[in-house]
């Protein structure tokens, strides 16, 4: 039993795409200043305070409970409170970050800065660190020393996922790369309409994100439930048209006031 070749160059593929392209792409716009460096590091702060340092621990507490493991058993509330927590917690996260932290940095280019730092926080922390374990394990299956881990994991997740690499598919990879545009698309619109929001006092906005945050995720996952290519091709279509909201949302940003240059020295020779 060997992963294929095929399979083994969209691994490294996924994950150039996933870890390196993201950091290169932010590092050669921040130098080109086509985007602002504080709010992207904010956006990425936000996205693994509310997710890697507070919910997803949470839900790990929670996935040990018994009346937590008789809940998950139901499939619509269970996905539809994932996905609204998610929803929550990011939004919440977005929200305070651009009303009490950015106060002089909420301009459209700020918005997308933002999204950028928090969609690609999530592509790095939550699948692109993934396929270094799927290249990991790809290199032990097809040389035979994989069987030397299975006795060091829980019981049957050395199987799972063996079984996982085996079923693992070029076409599939390649899918799951193409998911993290859409998703990265999305958490740049989230950021645009909730930095809309605050620069004009309407809370609606906070509400409008989460719940569009709370679609896109139950909607994703229940329909990968059914067919994976009904999944990506809704998380498409969500994609398509936070990319037509982003745009139409940009002449609300043209009367936010810039941050103020530093006034220019007094020459005392010329006073």
Known sequence: MTVSPSVFGAFIFAAAAEL????????????RKKINAIPMFLGAAAF????????????????????????????????????????????????????????????????????????????????????????????????????????KLPAGQ???????????????????????????????????????GVNEHKTRYYFLAILAHAALDFGSVMLANVNIWASEGYAMLFAIAALVLIFKMKASFKNVAEEPLPAAPIDQSEA
Request: proline residues 3%; aromatic residues 14%.
């Open 20 to 31: 390196l392209f993201p950091v290169v792409l932010l590092l050669i716009l921040c130098i």
């Open 48 to 151: 693994f305070v509310s997710q890697i340092c507070l919910r997803i621990p949470i839900l790990q507490v929670l996935a040990v409970q018994n009346w937590y493991i008789t809940f998950a058993l139901n499939t619509v509330p269970y996905v539809l409170t994932l996905a609204f927590t998610a929803g929550l917690f990011e939004e919440s996260a977005r929200y305070i970050c651009a009303g009490c932290f950015l106060k002089k940095h909420r301009q459209f280019r700020d918005a997308i800065s933002f999204g950028l730092g928090h969609g690609f926080c999530e592509v790095i922390f939550l699948t692109g660190m993934a396929q270094i374990n799927n290249i990991t394990y790809t290199v032990m299956i097809n040389n035979g020393s994989f069987q030397s881990i299975t006795s």
């Open 158 to 196: 050395g199987q799972q996922i063996l079984d996982a690499m085996l079923k693992a598919t070029p076409i599939l990879v390649y899918l799951g790369v193409c998911e993290r545009v859409f998703a990265v698309t999305f958490h740049i619109f989230a950021s645009v309409l909730i930095f809309k």
